[in-house]
């Protein structure tokens, strides 16, 4: 072979990848949107558009994995590993509300490092909800959702791993901040709700 042939053959597969991987990019950002939808909507209340965006969200999935399959150097990276995040935090957000059990990584399909750091995510909006719980006066199922943050958490910091194998140690440190201000907001709460009793109590003394 000579060098114009050998910068022939590169340039087809070049070229290939190139096409494939915007096709990826319309495909991430696609899956990206439509998690985002499915969240915002679970937040109001709107379960059957949440999940007809998380499952639009789903066939895009699987046909991302299907249309790189062969080509791992373009699965494997930071824009396919943010959307499949997306997803998982839409999805587990979805499973929670509705009391439904979590997929497993291999159920949905995802790489575990992506799952695991959607786990991260999901802990993130599980404090959105919670907020939303104690506008409402609903002290009782804040509580409980911040328990289960906790108990996420703690599973969550049990994983170690160099970051070159999952970035991890991020996602960590951002649910432990996130945990501090959840708790520190629920005792400021129960605190409020127990002065107001007092009050109450007060106000009715004969």
């Not at 999940?51 to 994995?65: G, H, N, T, W």
């Not at 009391?99 to 995802?110: D, T, Y």
């Not at 919670?130 to 409402?136: A, H, K, S, V």
Request: glycine share 6%; charged share 40%; with cysteine.
């Amino acid at each position: 072979m000579n060098i114009s042939e050998i910068i022939e053959e590169i340039r087809e597969v070049l070229d290939k990848k190139d096409e494939l991987r915007e096709e990826a990019l319309k495909l991430t950002r696609d899956i990206v949107r439509l998690s985002g939808d499915s969240i915002k909507a679970l937040h109001r209340g709107e379960i059957k558009t949440a999940k007809d965006r998380l499952e639009k969200a789903e066939e895009l999935v699987k046909k991302l994995k299907e249309k790189l399959k062969g080509h791992e150097d373009l699965y494997f990276t930071g824009y396919v590993q943010s959307a499949h995040q997306e997803y998982v935090e839409a999805l587990l957000f979805y499973c929670y509300l509705l009391g439904k059990e979590f997929p497993s990584p291999r159920e949905v399909g995802i790489p575990e490092a992506d799952y695991v750091l959607g786990i991260g995510d999901f802990i993130g909006e599980l404090r959105r909800y919670f907020l939303t719980l104690l506008l409402r006066g609903d002290l009782e199922k804040a509580q409980e959702v911040y328990a289960f943050m906790e108990k996420a958490y703690d599973e969550l910091v049990t994983l170690e791993y160099p970051k070159g194998l999952v970035n991890i140690r991020q996602k960590q440190d951002q649910a432990r901040y996130i945990l501090e201000r959840t708790l520190e907001d629920l005792t400021r709460a129960k605190i409020n709700k127990d002065l107001e009793k007092k009050l109450e109590e007060w106000r009715n003394e004969p």
